[in-house]
């Protein structure tokens, strides 16, 4: 028979398992994107020249606020039944298992935001050329902003109304994130090079996957203390 | 001193929460073979203790050595040789009673799915298998936390309230299964309200530990 798999293995799909048989949970970012990025012509009007101006700033502050918006469940529910002490405790590292649960936690939230913005993006009349531009931004963005995101989730947890705090400690940080982020994609729909920014979106999150789950680990650590 | 060091030994273990000292100076020894259960009134620290000595809490004063070794020198170890059952039965309701056990098998090395149905079977969970945790009641939610005990090779366990929604026949059994691991030369630490059917059971009484009182040592029951 199989044996048993690693723990970064089984929490992942774990984790995973938990997002889909939660689905309300993992659809409402989706849906506040979709609501928030259509409201947009609505109250802007029609015009196409300013939606395709303010359409990277919008498209990216929109993803940042959906991502915002489900950080707090990241640790909750394993706070509240006790898996999450069992975590602590275990003699694996725990540096892979933050890993495991930001990268079960990315795809259930960043990765259909990603996927779903091109189509947001035509409705603010974003020309095609920006496309790749904002999935690959916003591919890149959303995972180090679930990375950073967890950190602050991870030190909130253990109080009752963490939500607004957690936007308090994490969005400082995202602004480098929201910066490159859209100004790749205006340079994009410009019709100008924006490897530069995507560059500068891979090194914010290649620090991200190193320090992050680290200081997401130490934190956990505090909050089950208290 | 003793010529065998203790499996777990506390030395002036002295606990503080919001200025009140829940208890003070503890010194005790624990030995293979042992079954201990820790008493005290509501709010004197009982589940603070075992939280402790888990690891999961570190907010405390004194020093706990692990086989006559410090455990913060050995953290690895000692985080193999344990198993916690919290006062949380640590069990997620949307998943089934086999997923959750998977993943604790997965915390703790290698166990075979055949040995995870055998272990639910076990704590008369056989059938539940795939019923997600949210349809049972309390006391089987319990007994789903309790099947780790069954696959678990840890020395040390450390359980709190384990008994709690527990019916009749699953308390005579599980205290079967503290027997036999105790016998088997583990050394299980528990808390409980009730009495506990034990052959040789010894117990640490927390107010002795209290502030302002000054005797030590592990009381024989």
């Known amino acids: 028979m199989a044996k048993s798999p690693s723990l970064f293995t089984a929490t992942f799909r774990r984790d995973l398992l938990l997002a889909f048989r939660h689905k309300g949970e993992m659809i409402n970012p989706l849906v506040f994107f979709l609501i928030a990025i259509s409201m947009i012509p609505l109250g802007v009007g029609p015009d196409k020249e300013v939606l395709m101006r303010i359409a990277p700033g919008i498209l990216w502050v929109m993803a940042l606020l959906a991502t915002l918006l489900s950080l707090d469940n990241l640790f909750r529910s394993d706070f509240d039944d006790g898996t999450l002490e069992q975590l602590l405790i275990s003699p694996h590292p725990l540096y892979l298992s933050m890993l495991a649960k930001v990268l079960a936690y990315w795809i259930a939230t960043g990765l259909p935001l990603t996927l779903l913005s091109p189509l947001l993006g035509g409705m603010l009349s974003l020309p095609s050329g920006a496309f790749i531009a904002l999935c690959s931004s916003l591919l890149i963005g959303t995972a180090a902003m679930s990375l950073i995101g967890a950190v602050g989730a991870a030190l909130t947890v253990g109080l009752r109304k963490g939500g607004l705090l957690i936007s308090l400690i994490v969005m400082p940080l995202y602004v480098p994130i929201l910066i490159f982020g859209a100004s790749a994609v205006a340079d994009a729909a410009q019709g100008n090079p924006f490897t530069m920014q995507l560059a500068v979106l891979g090194a914010i999150l290649i620090m991200a996957l190193l320090l992050a789950p680290l200081a997401t680990a130490g934190a956990l650590r505090v909050s089950v203390n208290g | ?221």
Request: a negative charge; hydrophobic letters at 45%.
């Open chain 2, 1 to 221: 001193m003793t010529v065998a060091p203790a499996l777990l030994e506390l030395r002036n273990l002295t606990c503080e929460r919001d200025e009140r000292i829940l208890f003070a100076r503890l010194n005790a020894r624990f030995y293979e073979g042992q079954a201990v259960q820790i008493l005290g009134p509501n709010g004197s620290g009982k589940t603070t203790l075992l939280r402790i000595l888990a690891g999961v809490s570190r907010d405390y004063n004194g020093e706990i050595f692990l086989d006559g070794k410090s455990v913060i020198d050995q953290a690895w170890e000692f985080a193999n040789d344990l198993l916690y059952l919290g006062h949380l039965p640590g069990v997620k309701k949307s998943l089934t009673p086999l997923e959750n056990l998977r993943w604790y098998a997965a915390l703790q090395g290698s166990v075979e799915d055949e040995q995870l149905l055998l272990a639910l079977a076990e704590v008369n969970l056989a059938g539940y298998e795939d019923t997600p945790c949210y349809q049972l009641s309390a006391g089987q939610l319990r007994r789903v936390a309790l099947a780790r005990l069954v696959f678990s090779n840890a020395k040390i366990w450390i359980l709190d309230e384990p008994f709690t929604a527990l019916d009749k026949s699953g308390i005579a059994q599980l205290e079967n299964r503290l027997i036999a691991h105790a016998e088997a030369g583990g050394l299980v630490l528990v808390t409980s309200h009730q009495d506990i059917r034990f052959p040789q059971l010894q117990i640490l009484n927390l107010q002795d530990f209290a502030e302002n009182s000054t005797v030590g040592g592990l009381v024989r029951g």
